[in-house]
């Protein structure tokens, strides 16, 4: 169990008594940070009394405005509700200028009931669906994420690695490249060591396919939460990092049209009750995987269509769903394929899990992993076999595709029959209406595009 929350902060003040200042971290519908910075006192009084802070502040689009036609904001005077530090999360940030510590924040309803905005807590009721099943699922987070050189310029460059011993940029992708991750010591070197500091487990490290892109990944854990709460706060860690170092972060879908968009891989187990992983018992006949995952891929191909929305979150996401780039554009599953949206990855029995590979590094990952879990829940309650897996060597991508834009993603997530049920009518609501009104404005404005396009000849 997690100390009290005022036993961790005295902990941290005594290791580190210049500390003066706690930034408070909420999580909103988008998966960015919001917050504030309060005094080492104001901490203590929150921590037993909880800080007030509106429920507009979670449901902002992502350029930090608010959204119209909620009934949380203008519409009911935008009042305070009470919120309180999550147990666990008070971690040091290593790469701040002065001391600086951090911690996650939940909000409440008056009755100390979870807030429908708090996507941590939609989450954590997902989950507790599976306790009821005397489940608990494992999860494990991968990012991809691009480097980006020239960060205050008006338009960052992707950071191409250079030919060793010069300072001419290499050609070509570099997919693979130990030149690339060697150039990069230093950086590497302070974010393993901020991980450390952070308690975010962080494993192995790949050059990606795209030139400057990289991926990271977190080791497994058996907390859901914990590890969506690692795969947030790995993403403030690497940008906060690299800017020491000058360079940017972005975690964008598809941040440039010549190259790979960038995903959040999901790798989930489940564990009974006796600590077996249930997708790794015997089948019950001769099918070659065993019941409870074969009805998990059955649920999260049912819920897919719905959940899409969830997965791309905005205009952006959409650009990275398309073929040949090794990102799903169908509901299909398959063993050892990274062409289709629910992999088998080649493992021992032990480690027998899937990867959902559909959302972008762009989403919410308590959203994301909330609605896949929703899936495997629906499947294995209704006992749902999938369709035929696309087999290794086979072409993905040639039954139900994935929708390639933003707004008939939307009317799937509305239509939606499964996610209601496990994310809340209300939430959902509440997010669609966030998704649209972003949608609006972002269609509303006039790109250079189509002055490239359209004005030599309209």
Not at 132 to 158: H, I, S
Not at 205 to 210: N, P
Not at 370 to 377: D, E, I, P, Q, S
Request: proline content about 8%; overall charge negative; hydrophobic content about 45%.
């Amino acid at each position: 169990m997690p100390r009290p929350i005022l036993e961790e902060f005295e902990q941290l003040h005594a290791a580190w008594p210049d500390l003066r200042q706690v930034e408070l971290l909420f999580p909103d519908i988008n998966g960015i940070l919001r917050g504030k910075r309060c005094t080492l006192d104001e901490f203590r009084a929150l921590a037993r009394d909880g800080l007030p802070f509106p429920a507009s502040g979670l449901i902002l689009d992502s350029r930090g405005m608010l959204v119209d036609g909620l009934p949380h904001g203008s519409q009911d005077g935008d009042p305070d509700h009470p919120c309180f530090p999550v147990p666990g999360s008070l971690l040091p940030v290593p790469w701040a200028q002065r001391p600086l510590a951090q911690v996650l924040m939940g909000m409440q309803q008056a009755d100390g009931r979870a807030h429908v905005a708090d996507s941590r807590q939609r989450l954590a009721a997902v989950l507790e669906r599976f306790a009821d099943l005397g489940l608990r699922p494992v999860v494990a987070v991968e990012f991809e994420f691009y480097l980006l050189e020239d960060p205050q310029g008006e338009q960052p460059q992707l950071r191409h690695g250079r030919v060793p011993g010069t300072m001419r940029r290499a050609a070509g992708p570099r997919a693979y490249s130990i030149e690339d991750l060697q150039e990069l010591d230093g950086l590497f070197d302070a974010i393993r060591s901020a991980c450390d500091a952070q308690r975010i487990p962080a494993g192995s490290v790949v050059s990606e396919y795209g030139a400057g892109q990289f991926e990271v990944n977190l080791r497994h854990v058996d907390d859901a939460l914990l590890a969506c709460d690692h795969a947030v706060l790995l993403r403030r860690l690497l940008r906060g990092v690299a800017a020491r170092e000058g360079l940017a972060v972005t975690f964008m879908a598809k941040p440039f049209a010549a190259a790979d968009g960038s995903g959040m891989h999901v790798h989930v187990s489940l564990l009974d009750t006796a600590g077996r992983n249930v997708f790794a018992l015997r089948p019950d006949d001769d099918r070659s995987h065993a019941a409870p995952l074969r009805h998990a891929i059955g649920g999260m191909l049912a819920a897919l269509p719905e959940s899409q929305a969830v997965f791309c979150p905005n205009a952006n996401s959409y650009r990275r769903i398309r073929p040949g780039c090794f990102a799903p554009v169908a509901a299909d599953w398959g063993v050892n394929h990274r062409g289709v949206a629910i992999r088998i990855p080649v493992s021992d029995a032990a480690s027998l899990r899937f990867e959902h590979r559909v959302a972008g590094a762009d989403c919410n990952p308590y959203l994301a992993v909330a609605a896949l879990l929703a899936g495997v829940h629906h499947g294995i309650v209704q006992r749902l076999e999938p369709p035929p897996g696309v087999p290794e060597g086979a072409q993905a991508g040639v039954v139900a595709s994935l929708s390639r834009r933003w707004e008939p993603a939307l009317d799937a997530f509305d239509a939606g029959r499964i996610l209601p049920g496990y994310l809340g009518e209300a939430f959902c609501r509440l997010y669609s209406t966030a998704r649209r009104f972003e949608a609006e404005a972002y269609h509303a404005q006039v790109p250079g595009l189509d002055f490239d396009w359209y004005l030599p000849g309209i």
